[in-house]
């Protein structure tokens, strides 16, 4: 019996070790070039590939780096309830009341978003094609994160009301199961007149609908036959428990559209910080050839991440992306 529930954990756990999922994140960057203006769309339209496969290497970063994990999320409950008041936007002011040990302790990803924004208004200063594809596409994976409620929360699985497995479950399993569904046109990229604000803004409203993701499940639970509630699933060629697709349907319709409307949310984002971006910048023309060996040593980097993963495991957080 024991080796059976080890042999389930151990297929259950990589379904929970990425935020939005590999897959969500892949599509979540590559929607979010559609919503550029022609002038910035071109470009990335010509390394779409590059910005959708690399949207998933901050989780990857996660194997190697003990820093990174952190920039994943807010636990904003943990200053209280009128946090968003309490909690200085900007950084060094939350440093000064907080101390940076605390903001590291439990998440930077406001303050991480901003930051990484900067550094690709001086990657198009410079022109520096490949670094612009790098940092666009790194960025777009934390904003996306900033956008799913279990991320501003102590609460980030569940695990303090007995309700574990519930983060994969919403970022993962969820959109996996009902993205084909969802409608993706979402308008066109913002100037945005301040990107701390804007990223502030997302991490409030993905702060409002924690109650509501935890309290429909518990609630579907008291009222759910307890042996439909999981069941085994193909998932490539393993075979996994996780939460069954009757009661994933039925969690799914509770939400009401919340998944696709975070996910929607994510995407013109992340397109109006790029775009906002660029034109901090100075509008570059990014008709500029790209070093195959700048490309081949980001790739590289990515694959001796990907070989930490056997070594070191994950840092900080399981479940988390
Ligand atoms: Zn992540």
């Known amino acids: 019996m024991r080796r059976t529930v080890c042999f389930i954990l151990l297929l ?8 939005w999922g590999f897959f969500g994140h892949k599509r979540i960057n590559r929607l979010a070039v559609y919503t550029l203006p022609s002038e910035l769309m071109g470009f990335f339209k010509e390394h779409i590939d590059f910005i959708s496969d690399h949207a998933v290497d901050p989780d990857m970063r996660r194997y190697a780096l003990k820093e990174e994990a952190p920039r994943h999320y807010i636990d904003i409950d943990h200053y209280g309830e009128d946090a968003f008041e309490r909690v200085p936007k900007r950084w060094d002011s939350a440093v000064s009341k907080f101390t940076e040990d ?3 302790a439990y998440g930077i990803v406001p303050w ?8 690709l208004v001086e990657a198009f200063r410079r022109k520096d094609a490949a670094y612009v594809l790098k940092t666009a596409s790194d960025l777009g994976h934390y904003i996306a994160d900033a956008h799913v409620p279990l991320h501003t929360t102590e609460n980030y699985n569940g695990q303090l009301t007995n ?8 970022e993962s399993r969820l959109p996996e199961l009902y993205a084909d569904d969802y409608d993706f046109f979402v308008g066109r990229a913002q100037l945005l007149s301040s990107p701390l604000e804007s990223i ?5 409203q993905s702060h409002a609908a924690v109650d509501s993701v935890l309290d ?3 609630s579907l639970t008291i009222n759910y036959p307890s042996d439909e509630k999981y ?5 490539g060629n393993a075979v996994v428990n996780t939460y069954s697709r009757g009661f994933s349907a039925d969690y799914h319709h509770m939400l009401n559209g ?3 409307r975070r996910i929607r949310r994510s995407i013109i984002v992340i397109g109006s910080f790029w775009y906002s971006a660029w034109v901090e910048a100075g509008q570059p023309d990014m008709d500029t050839p790209i070093d195959p060996a700048v490309l081949e040593a980001i790739e590289q980097e990515r694959k001796e991440m990907e070989a930490k993963k056997a070594k070191n495991g994950i840092f900080g957080r399981a479940h988390e992306g």
């Open 12 to 19: 259950t756990l990589p379904l929970l070790a990425q935020s």
């Open 102 to 104: 605390t903001l590291q």
């Open 112 to 119: 991480h978003v901003n930051r990484m924004y900067y550094r």
């Open 163 to 170: 309700q574990h497995g519930i983060h994969g479950f919403w």
């Open 200 to 204: 502030w803004k997302a991490v409030e």
């Open 216 to 218: 429909m499940e518990r």
């Open 231 to 235: 069941a085994f699933d193909q998932r």
């Open 258 to 260: 919340m998944v696709e």
